[in-house]
């Protein structure tokens, strides 16, 4: 109803990884209000046949693939089809995409370090920028922030916990959070499928057991961080950089159920929530039309078959993604950029079945241990502190295969 009142011009979207599940499922919200939103670009990695299928439904007027031999290949068969969108190649082609003048919105929604430069560059041109990739906070938060504040930019958590606490947070945002009456924000975890494994258990988990999520459907870096607590780790760091709140503002409960999606608690007692389906067209929704509301697709919560709502404390020992996370945050500078890349080569080789799920956390502390710490100061900086990250880690991989 909302989009009868309130007749806007339409708005240009760019989806960086758009053939994953949140790029998938932000063209499913954008199909639902196609009076509202077009596609200007889309973006993925490798996935060709993904990719084709999206430029025939959504015909962009870009698609850019990460991998030239992927982008000719798509060029040929959009051709052959009579297609109009240009296909191009590359990170520069990622970034052009992002700040380009036609565009109005970018869902930076690419998987792992790789989203940094074209989230930036969105950053830097001033767009309204939907953040699904955190590892983008995670690797370079000062520099995003100062270049989302230089740039004029719109920035809105797409992560399911950090679009709860925007959302339960006051509508004007300036200041830091004491100043805004706030004592703390919860980050919800559901604990993954191995919330109550033990550590014999936990040491002998398959890749196929940890793909396998309870509550939310996600790409499979996304889902082995869950399952080892990384995932809330890198979203601690996120809401530090997105909510300018101290580590020790920010707490972890598990909440099996991930119905409610995160909260901030304020300094009279209150507790504010935002409760929903576990579903990520809600905070997808919630991003494009900012700040009004839109259909999602998303069903009504039940709360009667919901029933009740659990909660228990994160275990550390158990789970130690969690507390390198926090003495990553702790210890400032390089180190966060340092705990990401670990994190991506330790995820990499449990996929490819080369190391155990329990060597994730034993190989980041490692790499962790031995890297020089020092603050970041630019992109550059960044990309090299991560390539010797991600060397270290590899190293160790190799050397436990
Ligand atoms: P996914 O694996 O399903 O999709 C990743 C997308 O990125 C694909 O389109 C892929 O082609 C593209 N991609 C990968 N590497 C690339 C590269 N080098 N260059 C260009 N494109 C590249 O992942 P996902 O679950 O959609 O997650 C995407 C991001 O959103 C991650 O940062 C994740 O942490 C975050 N996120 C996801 C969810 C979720 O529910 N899936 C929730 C919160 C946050
Ligand atoms: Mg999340």
């Not at 004491?178 to 919860?186: I, P």
């Not at 507790?271 to 494009?288: E, K, V």
């Not at 799920?357 to 890297?371: G, K, R, T, Y």
């Amino acid at each position: 109803m909302l989009d009868k009142l309130s007749p806007q011009k339409i708005q240009y979207v760019t989806i960086l990884g758009a053939t994953g599940t949140i790029g998938l499922q932000t063209l499913d919200v954008i199909s639902q209000h196609a009076e509202r939103f077009a596609i200007f670009a889309l973006a993925a990695n490798s996935n060709v046949k993904g990719m084709y299928a999206l430029c025939e439904k959504y015909q962009p007027s870009y698609a850019v693939m990460l991998q030239q031999s992927a982008a000719t290949l798509l060029a040929a068969q959009l051709k052959s089809i009579g297609s109009s969108t240009v296909v191009l190649h590359g990170d520069a082609a990622l970034c052009e995409i992002s700040a380009h003048e036609q565009v109005d919105i970018v869902m930076a929604a690419i998987v792992g370090a790789a989203g940094l430069h074209p989230a930036m560059a969105a950053a830097k041109a001033g767009k309204r920028i939907l953040l699904a990739n955190k590892e983008t906070l995670v690797m370079a938060g000062n520099l995003f922030m100062q270049a989302v504040a230089d740039g004029g930019a719109t920035l809105l958590p797409i992560d399911s916990e950090h679009n709860a606490i925007f959302q339960a947070l006051p509508q004007n945002k300036q200041g830091s959070l004491a100043s805004m009456g706030v004592k703390r924000v919860l980050l919800t975890a559901s604990g993954g499928p191995f919330r109550n494994a033990t550590i014999a258990e936990l040491k002998a988990v398959s890749c196929a057991q940890a793909l396998n999520h309870p509550n939310w459907v996600m790409g499979p870096k996304i889902t082995i961080d869950s399952a080892t607590l990384m995932n809330k780790g890198l979203e601690v760091i996120e809401a530090h950089w997105l909510f300018n709140a101290l580590p020790e503002q920010i707490d972890v409960v598990v909440h099996p159920q991930s119905v409610i999606h995160s909260m901030v608690e304020y300094i009279d007692g209150s507790i504010l929530a935002q409760l929903g389906n576990p579903d990520m067209r809600t905070p997808i929704a919630y991003g494009l039309a900012y700040p009004e509301r839109l259909t999602s697709g998303v069903g009504s919560l039940d709360l009667l078959t919901t029933a009740r709502l659990d909660f228990s404390a994160p275990d550390l020992v158990r789970f130690p993604c969690l507390r390198l996370a926090y003495h990553a945050l702790n210890a400032g500078g390089s180190a966060p950029a340092i705990l990401n890349a670990a994190n991506e080569i330790a995820v990499a080789a449990f996929l490819a079945k080369k190391i155990g799920f329990m060597d994730i956390p034993q190989l980041i502390e490692q790499v962790l241990s031995v890297a020089h710490i020092e603050p970041i100061e630019s992109i550059e900086q960044l990309v090299l502190i991560d390539g010797l990250a991600r060397q270290s880690a590899s190293v160790r991989v190799e050397a436990l295969c």
